[in-house]
């Protein structure tokens, strides 16, 4: 044999090694990816927290938010779109997870908490995402937040001792607390029926997993 078939000939033996060992990795040894397991609920919604419930709850979607976090604000009208569509199917859960880097997270998410004790949470979480651009590099945040409270009618005297005293630290720190634990480390970070999705989600993604969780 010359040494040229002899060249040729490993050549060809090695590719057949290459493809033999190729399809056993691509092939029956390799394993499917399992299904991400679902957050442990006792983290996820505690007996406190705000939420929005529907009459016939099929979803449960739990965000853990930054009021001052510029892609909690951009999520926030795709959130209240996914909740008006389907109102009666969603339960939303809202969590704080104020950020380090954000100055005025914290007192925002005081303000809301104040306005929860006169029911009307939901109410000034709307209004402090919607209005972020005006009151979140402000070096007096609280001016802003006490004219959204006076927009919902609070009892200002009320409102303004809860913020105060910073009534709801704990309650801020628990959240944070629990986010840690279930591996939050940016916002908005939603779970969806205890499944997490990191990052906001647009519209269409959104909308498609609610329909995946539903079924």
Known sequence: MSTEAKVLGGIGLATILIVVVGAIFMGGSSTPDKPTPPADQKLLVKGDSQKITAKNTKVTVVEFGDFQCPACGASHPIVKQILDEYK???????????????????????????????????????????????????????????????????????????????KFEGKIKADQADG?????????????????????????????TIEEASK
């Open 88 to 166: 009666d199917s969603v339960t939303f859960v809202f969590r704080h997870f104020p950020l380090p880097m954000h100055k005025n997270a914290v007192k925002a998410a005081n303000a809301v908490e104040a306005a929860g004790a006169q029911k009307k949470f939901f109410e000034m979480h709307d209004l402090i995402y919607e209005n972020q651009n005006e009151w979140s590099e402000s070096k007096n945040p609280d001016e802003f937040f006490e004219k959204y409270a006076g927009e919902l009618k609070l009892d200002m005297d009320k409102y303004k001792d809860d913020v105060k005293s910073k």
């Open 180 to 208: 840690n634990a279930l591996g939050v480390n940016s916002t908005p970070t939603f779970f969806i029926n205890g499944v997490k999705q990191a990052g906001g989600l647009p519209y269409d993604k959104f909308k498609a």
